[in-house]
Every structure is written in structure tokens, then in C-alpha cells.
């Protein structure tokens, strides 16, 4: 058996805006947001979540479930670091009282750094097979109001437990990578929101996507036929799409039936927008707990990619009895459960800077998950638990 995600579990915030409301406030068809980009809510962060507490509320119930004593690593892979220097990984690791014996590391390459992190998981436990990691994917994804890329914004969390004996999903050991040094998606440190050149990363991410499925192939000696489903990261739902018919064109990927194997793993991000690190696993927890069909033993393709940029082909076969350990009613219901934004809150929201002054913050009290940012206090970030 290979090593592999042996739990996963998904946060998002309680507050979202429909985008019908963005568009009629930006004089925008929304069949352009709904149809165009395949989005229908975007998940918006209040001001008192941030990427730590989306990543321990995603954590807390592997946690609850599974124990934390044989965790070695908990890997947090974000874009939206609160720290240039603390990981947000010791945060959430002191959140979930994890225990002093386990490593905190925080990961970046854009929208890429959960499967780096899932690779160095999978080698760590396969060495030591009685040993588990936790990793949790977090992010907020925000751009410049009227920026093209708002209706893709989101936020949320996925984490997920690796061990040498997974019970939801194998990794296979082969990939395909492509990796090269654009400017098609940043964020500079002075920055709050994401600078990015729209039409391009989308070519971007097309043309990653044959490079690594090409190496993947050359690298596994597995075609097409191999994969039941497959999930890509999703900037936008319609990517799947946009990914399946250039593969159509360049790789000769068949064009019957190619809606059948992406449609399961894309109601959540449709719902969520970007999550950037999270976007990929967001998909693959939607496929697992949406599918009508029992996904046992099929193999899952997956593309993972992270602007700038490093992009990844690799797969994974469905392990027998997974549904036993998923959590599919609590995702729908937190799904289904969000407040509803008109487009004044959501502005407001996002308008509200962060203090930079090292005073004393409390920060209002919104609808949060079980962990909450409360405030700063001398520079230092302030979070409870509810
Ligand atoms: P845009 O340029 O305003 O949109 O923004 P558009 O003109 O390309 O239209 C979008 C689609 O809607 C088109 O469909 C239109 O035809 C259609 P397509 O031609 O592509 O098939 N459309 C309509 N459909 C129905 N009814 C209508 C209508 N009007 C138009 N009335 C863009 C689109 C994606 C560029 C923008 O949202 C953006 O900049 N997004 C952010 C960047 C992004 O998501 N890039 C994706 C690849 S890069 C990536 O995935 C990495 C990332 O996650 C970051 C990371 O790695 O950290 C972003």
C-alpha cells in the first residue's frame, strides 16, 4: 500500500455574498460570473477569521477523531501568511494543542504548496509507518475591488491526516512537473491584495498543465484511460473545463464523457471561489463526498498548480470503505448554513484595514467556526477558542 490522506475536513467561513449581488452592483451580466466562470457565491472571511482559524477549525475535528499524539509535522501550506517570520503553523499548533514533539512549518509557492507538503508527508510516514502528519491548506483569496478577478475570490480551509495507511486515498509514486519563474499572479509584501495578469496565468496554467501531464505520463506509463475522475486546482469552476478540452487538443485526451469526470468535484468550489492552496483538495473532498457512485479502487488524476509558478500532475486510487471516515452531512450543512451578505456588508468588510499601530485591538465578534482572531495586542495576534 502506498502512503496516502487518511482524513480530510474542510472549513469555510459563515459569510457569503452572492454573486448575482456582485454583479448587479458592478454592471455585470451575471451569466458572466454564473456561466463564464462557473462561480455562484464566494465564501467572504469576517474580521475576526483569518487563515489560522479556518486551518484549526478544518483541523479540530481530525483531531477529535484521530487523537494528536502520533503527529511528527503539522504542515500549514497558505498564500495568506499573518507573519513574515512566525509560521501560522505554531498558531494553529497552539489552537489545537497539539503536542511539543510535533514540527510546525509554514509552506508557500502560491496556490501549489499543499501537494509539496503532501509529498513530504507521504515520505516521511512511508519511513516511519506508525507516525501520522497533519497538513492544512488556508487561504483567503482577495483581490482589488473591480479588479476582473473579485468574482473569483474565496476563502476556506482543507485539512487533511497523511499516514502509511491511509483510509480515503493512495498516492500513486510517480508525478509530472513543470515549473518556471512568470509574473502571471503575486502578491507583493506591501500589499493586502493579489496583483494578477488575468488572460495569462489562465494560458499559464493550460500550458503547465501539458508540460506536467506529458512528464507524468513518460514518468507513470499510464494514459488517460487510467483515471475514473479527476480534479484540478480551481481558480473558477470552469477551469475544469477550460483543463479537459486542452487536453482534448493537445494530448489527445477523448472528448466523450469528459463532463462525467470532473462534474462531482466541483459544487464546492462553485460555492466557495478561490482557496487557493486549499482549491485542489476542496475539490477532491467535494468528488469523494458528493459521488453517487462508490469510488473504491478508482484512480483520481490530479493537477495541482500554484502561480509564479510550479505545476503538478499526479494521481491517487480511492481506498475501500473511505466514506466510513468522511464527513460529507457537516460540509453540506456548514455549506448551507452561511449567512447571506448584501453587497454593502460584503464592502464594508473588505474595506476594514488590520491595524498596524502595535496598540490594544478587540475585534468585533462575528459567526465564526470554533476558533476566532480576537485581536492584537502589542503586535501579537490575540485568538481564542469558543
Ligand atoms: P475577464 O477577463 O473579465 O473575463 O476575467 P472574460 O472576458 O475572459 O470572461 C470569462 C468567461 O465568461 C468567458 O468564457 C466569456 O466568454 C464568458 P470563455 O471565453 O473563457 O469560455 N462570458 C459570459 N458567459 C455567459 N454570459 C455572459 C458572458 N460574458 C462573458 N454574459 C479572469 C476572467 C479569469 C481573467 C479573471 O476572473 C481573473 O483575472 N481571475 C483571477 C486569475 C485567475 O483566476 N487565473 C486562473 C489561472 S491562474 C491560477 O489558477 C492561480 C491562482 O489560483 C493563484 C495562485 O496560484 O495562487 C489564481
Known amino acids: 500500500m502506498n502512503p496516502g490522506i487518511d482524513r480530510l475536513s474542510f472549513y469555510c467561513p459563515a459569510y457569503a455574498l452572492d454573486l448575482r449581488r456582485l454583479a448587479e452592483a458592478r454592471g455585470v451580466d451575471p451569466d458572466k460570473y454564473l456561466s463564464g466562470l462557473g462561480q455562484e457565491t464566494m465564501a467572504v472571511a469576517p474580521p475576526d477569521e483569518d487563515i489560522v482559524t479556518m486551518a484549526a477549525s478544518a483541523a479540530l475535528p481530525i483531531v477529535e477523531a484521530d487523537g494528536a499524539d502520533d503527529f511528527d509535522w503539522i504542515l500549514v501550506a497558505t498564500e495568506t501568511g499573518v507573519d513574515q517570520s512566525k509560521a501560522a503553523a505554531t498558531f494553529v499548533h497552539g489552537l489545537l494543542e497539539l503536542p511539543s514533539t510535533c514540527s510546525a512549518l509554514e509552506l508557500k509557492q502560491a496556490c501549489y504548496s499543499a501537494t509539496a507538503a503532501l509529498h513530504m508527508a507521504c515520505a516521511w510516514v512511508a519511513a516511519r509507518p506508525d ?30 491526516r497523511i499516514t502509511a495507511r491511509p483510509r480515503v486515498l493512495e498516492i500513486d509514486p510517480f508525478r ?3 515549473a518556471d519563474d512568470v509574473f502571471d499572479f503575486w502578491r507583493p509584501n506591501y500589499r493586502e491584495e493579489a496583483l494578477v495578469d488575468g488572460q495569462y496565468s489562465t494560458r499559464m496554467y493550460l500550458a503547465a498543465l501539458t508540460a506536467a501531464w506529458e512528464r507524468y505520463g513518460a514518468a507513470s506509463g499510464l494514459d488517460w484511460t487510467a483515471f475514473r475522475r479527476q480534479c484540478f486546482h480551481l481558480p473558477f469552476t470552469r477551469m475544469a473545463e ?13 472528448s466523450e464523457g469528459f463532463r462525467d469526470r470532473i462534474a462531482d468535484g466541483l459544487a464546492y468550489n462553485r460555492h466557495t471561489g478561490n482557496t487557493y492552496a486549499a482549491s485542489l483538495y476542496e475539490s477532491l473532498t467535494c468528488l469523494l463526498e458528493t459521488a453517487a457512485e462508490d469510488l473504491a479502487g478508482a484512480r483520481v488524476g490530479l493537477f495541482s498548480y500554484g502561480s509564479g509558478c510550479t505545476a503538478e500532475f499526479f494521481s491517487g486510487v480511492v481506498r475501500p470503505g473511505y466514506r466510513e471516515v468522511l464527513r460529507a452531512e457537516a460540509h453540506r450543512r456548514q455549506l448551507a448554513d452561511r449567512v447571506a451578505l448584501d453587497y454593502r456588508q460584503y464592502e464594508d468588510i473588505v474595506r476594514l484595514p488590520l491595524p498596524k499601530d502595535g496598540g490594544e485591538h478587540v475585534f468585533a465578534q462575528y459567526r465564526t467556526g470554533p476558533f476566532r482572531f480576537a485581536g492584537l495586542s502589542q503586535h501579537k495576534r490575540v485568538y481564542e477558542r469558543l
Do not use: F
Open 242 to 254: 477550460k483543463a479537459m478540452l486542452h487536453l482534448q487538443r493537445t494530448a489527445r485526451w477523448p
Open 176 to 178: 509530472g512537473v513543470h
Open 131 to 160: 507516525r501520522a502528519v497533519l497538513i492544512v491548506a488556508s487561504d483567503i483569496a482577495r483581490y482589488e475591488l473591480c479588479n476582473p478577478g473579485e468574482p473569483t475570490q474565496g476563502a476556506g480551509a482543507v485539512a487533511m
